[in-house]
């Protein structure tokens, strides 16, 4: 199966529900909580069984897909590109300044870098569909 057509089709996943889940099966579920949510957590294992049983792939096609989707990705944000996905979200490089911190154990004064980290911005059609309205 080619690469470009499993990336055209993870691609066009996005706009499905079904894809993004957790259904209710017998298979074991991981729940991670944090302070932020009580969301259940889907991992990449999981993730890419949803695909192949969504998409009719084997798993090692899904997982080729998704990788490569999540290789593209990560070189936009180190060339300093975004990516968009209308109606899921944007993924963009996002700059910290370098600041003054403290060392929590002897509260002494220490310098943090400038650096660039990875933001997602939710788009509409996303903040709805968790919202339930779509």
């Not at 695909?51 to 999540?70: F, Q, S």
């Not at 154990?105 to 870098?113: A, D, N, R, S």
């Not at 650096?115 to 509409?124: D, E």
């Amino acid at each position: 199966m080619m690469l470009s057509r499993s990336l055209i089709l993870f691609v066009s996943l996005i706009s499905f529900a079904d894809a993004f889940v957790v259904r209710s099966s017998s298979r074991p579920q991981m729940m991670t909580l944090n302070a932020k949510s009580d969301a259940e957590s889907v991992r990449k294992k999981e993730f890419v069984a949803i695909m192949a049983e969504e998409l009719g792939y084997t798993k090692t096609d899904a997982e080729a897909a998704l990788n490569c989707v999540i290789d593209t990705i990560a070189e936009n944000l180190a060339d300093g590109k975004k990516t968009v996905f209308p109606g899921f979200g944007t993924f963009e490089p996002r700059s910290r300044s370098a600041r003054v911190g403290r060392n929590p154990k002897t509260g002494e004064k220490i310098e943090i870098k400038a650096s660039v980290g990875a933001g997602f911005s939710a788009a509409k059609g996303l903040k709805d569909r968790l919202n339930g309205r779509d």
